[in-house]
Each structure stands twice: as structure tokens, then as C-alpha cells.
């Protein structure tokens, strides 16, 4: 199974960029996914997350700009980001948990990471 981020970049003081993450393999289904951001020198922390039922939460620093959301048919997930502050510049990976063909169990998979840079 692979999770896959797209979409980071460099963008400046109140713009937007859209995150995406695709999941494959041998997915059965994709259960809660999650987007967490790790800036320089600080720790990871969750950003948003949707379950497959599509319930949504956010950190409180993103609420109102960020908005999480999900495809399932195509086991992709977005995170639109609008209003965009330098504090939000970091490392945005997606983590998902996973069930595989031929097994009741969940896995949490990890994306490789994209880097959002916001200037000022």
C-alpha cells in the first residue's frame, strides 16, 4: 500500500494550494485519513481529519481556512487550503488507516510528506 501527497509548494501570504493524497494497492477500504504538518524544529501535529463517513475536525489554528475532504471511490483525500499564513508553512503528510484484501485488520499508512512554504 502507498499513500501519496501532491500539490505543496510556494505560495505567498493569503493564497491557496490544494493538497491531494492517493492511496494504492491492495486497499479494501480506506478507514479515518488525516493530514498532519511538521514545521522546522517542532513537533507533528494534526491539521484535520475526515472519517469515512465524512465527519470532519480541524486544529483549531486552521479552522475556518482549511477544509478537508475525500473521494472514496477513488481513495483520494484533499485538504484546500485558503487564507494561507507563513505559520503554516511546514511538511504536510496524510496518514490513513487501511484494510487490506483478505484481512480484518487496519493498518496505518503514512505519505511521504510535501513541503508548503507560505512568504511574506
Known amino acids: 500500500v502507498q499513500l501519496v501527497e501532491s500539490g505543496g509548494g510556494l505560495v505567498q501570504v493569503g493564497g491557496s494550494l490544494r493538497l491531494s493524497c492517493a492511496a494504492s494497492?491492495?486497499?479494501?477500504?480506506?478507514?479515518?485519513m488525516r493530514w498532519y504538518r511538521q514545521a522546522p524544529g517542532k513537533e507533528r501535529e494534526l491539521v484535520a481529519s475526515?472519517?469515512?463517513?465524512?465527519?470532519?475536525n480541524y486544529a483549531d489554528s486552521v479552522q475556518g481556512r482549511f477544509t478537508i475532504s475525500r473521494d472514496n471511490t477513488r481513495n483520494i483525500m484533499y485538504l484546500q487550503m485558503n487564507s494561507l499564513e507563513p505559520e503554516d508553512t511546514a511538511v504536510y503528510y496524510c496518514?490513513?488507516?487501511?484494510?487490506?484484501?483478505?484481512?480484518?485488520?487496519?493498518?496505518?499508512?503514512w505519505g511521504q510528506g510535501t513541503q508548503v512554504t507560505v512568504s511574506s
Open positions: 496518514n490513513a488507516l487501511i484494510q487490506l484484501y483478505g484481512s480484518s485488520a487496519t493498518y496505518s499508512n
Open positions: 494497492g491492495s486497499v479494501s477500504s480506506v478507514k479515518t
Open positions: 475526515i472519517s469515512s463517513g465524512d465527519s470532519t
